[in-house]
C-alpha cells in the first residue's frame, strides 16, 4: 500500500486551485476568443462573398438590359430595313411598268437631220406618228432610212404622197417603237 502525504498548506492548496482554475478559465477564454475571432471571420468573408455576388448580379442585369437596348435598336433598324427594302421594290416594280418615252425621244433626237421640222408626236400604245415639214423630199428619205436603221424603230412607213413635193413637203411618217427601249434599265 501507498501512502501520500500532503505537506502543503491549505492556504497554498487554495492558491493551487484557483491557480488550476485560472488557467482552465484562460484556456476556454482563449479558445472562446479563437473561436468568436474565426466566426468573425467566416462572417466577414461570407459577407464579402455575398457582396460580390450581388454586385456581379447587378453587372449582369445591366449588361444583359444595355444588350436589350442594343438588341431593339438593332431589331428597330432592321425593321427600317425592310420598309425601305419593301419601298424599293415597289418603286421597282413601278419603273419595270413605266414607259419611258424620254429615251425614244431621245433616239428620234440622234436622228434628226437638218431641214427636218417636227410638228407634232402623237403615240397609241407602242405605234408614233410624227408630223411635220421637210425642207427637201431628199433629207426626209434620208430621215425615214435612219430611223428605219435604227434599233428602238421598227415598221418605219412613210406614205409615197408625201413624197410628191420636191421641196418644202408637209410629211406624216408612223411608226412601231419597240418595247424594250421603253423599258427602265
Not at 484557483?18 to 467566416?42: C, D, P
Not at 428597330?76 to 425621244?105: P, R, T
Not at 406618228?129 to 428605219?148: C, N, P, V
Amino acid at each position: 500500500m501507498e501512502i501520500k502525504i500532503n505537506l502543503i498548506p491549505p492556504h497554498k492548496k487554495e492558491d493551487i486551485a484557483r491557480a488550476y482554475w485560472l488557467r482552465l478559465v484562460s484556456k476556454w477564454e482563449i479558445e472562446f476568443v479563437l473561436l468568436l475571432v474565426l466566426l468573425i471571420a467566416f462572417l466577414f468573408s461570407m459577407n464579402l462573398v455575398l457582396k460580390t455576388s450581388v454586385l456581379a448580379e447587378n453587372n449582369a442585369e445591366l449588361l444583359t438590359e444595355k444588350n436589350n437596348d442594343k438588341y431593339k435598336l438593332l431589331e428597330e433598324y432592321d425593321n427600317e430595313i425592310k420598309v425601305v427594302i419593301e419601298q424599293m421594290a415597289g418603286v421597282k416594280k413601278v419603273q419595270a411598268n413605266q414607259l419611258y418615252w424620254s429615251k425614244v425621244l431621245l433616239k428620234i433626237n440622234e436622228n434628226f437631220i437638218n431641214g427636218i421640222e417636227v410638228v407634232s408626236l402623237t403615240t397609241k400604245n407602242y405605234d408614233m406618228t410624227i408630223a411635220g415639214r421637210a425642207d427637201t423630199r431628199d433629207s426626209l428619205i434620208a430621215f425615214k432610212d435612219k430611223l428605219a436603221q435604227d434599233s428602238c424603230f421598227a415598221n418605219v412607213d412613210l406614205p409615197l404622197s408625201n413624197l410628191t413635193s420636191r421641196e418644202d413637203v408637209e410629211f406624216q411618217l408612223s411608226l412601231k417603237i419597240k418595247k424594250e427601249c421603253l423599258k427602265y434599265e
